[in-house]
């Protein structure tokens, strides 16, 4: 039977029973009667809300971060929003990225580099469905406390302050041990894409250099470590002004990576980069790892790479000092609070890691 033989109410259950937000869109635009039908203001929002939280839900841990503001605590209970194209266009960008996430996740949590599993891999799969939804639901809760809690009115002296952990804490006491262990386990796929992809340590660098090249000294002089704060790495060498071919393999196409630092320093780093929330870190995952592209620029690429000072730790370091004072030497607060919630509930400390993938 053709398509337009069908009656309203079974369109109608067409539409309601799609999986994507551009799936209604794309069925919409196939003839002129589903586009209708989809026009009524009465089925609009619910068949495009029914599929949003299909396909990039908890929408009622999505909403309250794309409706959050300073003047009213994230804790605190708030009137829904009525059903609008701009909610929807909200959801659909940070669905997008907690989607993202999901997507990085098996190549993030079951990776070769784990030191402590260095097997892991063997073990990677895609997300079920179900783990696709929990880890949004972290995502979504992880972006919220960055936006209310990550920012300049919380500086590096108020952080133990009684009334500012108390406050903190408000916003975690609303969700279970099981989804508190979720947060933490997706805080420590962000950690690892900090670590391995955007500002990996002065080891993990010698180590991929080595594994790479193993023990040609002649790659030597293109490993760039900050061996201490006080010590910048030398500048890049100047690129030849007129290569012979796109092609013409200069030291900056082979380049491993720069270090942030030994171990000790890069702990500090990776804890005040965790402030990011989850949209800013994958940018700059992005940027690094993927298109070269930050904040809407090309930074990176061939020419980026072409002028002294054009490194990407240079991009990334100029991006966090645009943040102003209070970003540096000020750690996350979102892993000390988790363990502060479940304290007052009498629990253990809970071990985060795998709590996406192995929960019951």
Not at 31 to 59: M, V
Not at 264 to 280: A, N, S, T
Request: with cysteine.
């Amino acid at each position: 039977m053709h398509l337009q033989a069908l009656p309203n109410e079974t369109l109608l259950q067409i539409l309601h029973s799609l999986s994507s937000v551009p799936d209604v869109l794309s069925l919409s635009l196939s003839c002129h009667r589903l586009h209708d039908l989809i026009s009524r203001p009465a089925q609009r929002f619910p068949i495009l809300f029914s599929a949003a939280e299909r396909q990039l839900g908890p929408l009622h841990s999505a909403i309250p971060l794309c409706t959050h503001n300073s003047s009213q605590a994230p804790h605190l209970p708030r009137p829904s929003p009525p059903p609008s194209l701009s909610l929807l266009r909200q959801i659909l960008d940070v669905g997008t990225i907690a989607n993202a996430w999901a997507d990085l996740y098996p190549s993030i949590h079951w990776s070769s580099s784990n030191n402590d599993n260095p097997d892991a891999s063997s073990s990677r799969r895609l997300l079920t469905s179900t783990e696709r939804y929990r880890l949004r639901r972290a995502c979504y809760r992880i972006w919220l406390y960055s936006l209310a809690y990550h920012h300049a009115s919380f500086p590096r002296y108020s952080r133990r302050q009684p009334a500012t952990i108390r406050l903190r804490a408000a916003l975690l006491r609303g969700w279970s041990t099981a989804e508190l262990a979720e947060i933490i386990d997706l805080q420590a796929v962000l950690r690892k894409a900090l670590d391995q992809h955007i500002c990996p340590s002065n080891g993990t660098v010698i180590r991929r250099h080595k594994e790479r090249y193993g023990n040609d000294s002649s790659r030597d002089s293109m490993l760039i470590v900050n061996h201490h704060l006080t010590c910048p790495p030398p500048p890049p060498p100047p690129y030849p002004q007129k290569p012979q071919s796109l092609y013409y393999q200069h030291n900056w196409h082979n380049q491993t990576w720069q270090g942030w630092g030994d171990d000790v320093h890069h702990y500090y780093v990776l804890e005040d980069m965790l402030k990011f929330d989850p949209g800013e870190i994958y940018q700059l995952y992005d940027f690094c790892a993927g298109s070269g592209r930050l904040g809407g620029e090309i930074v990176g690429g061939r020419d980026g790479w072409q002028q002294p000072g054009g490194s990407k730790k240079t991009v990334v370091e100029t991006h966090v000092a645009e943040m102003g004072d209070w970003f540096v030497n000020n750690g996350q607060t979102l892993g000390e609070t988790v363990d502060f919630v479940v304290g007052e509930r009498g629990e253990d400390e809970i071990e985060g890691e795998g709590a996406i993938v192995h929960a019951g």
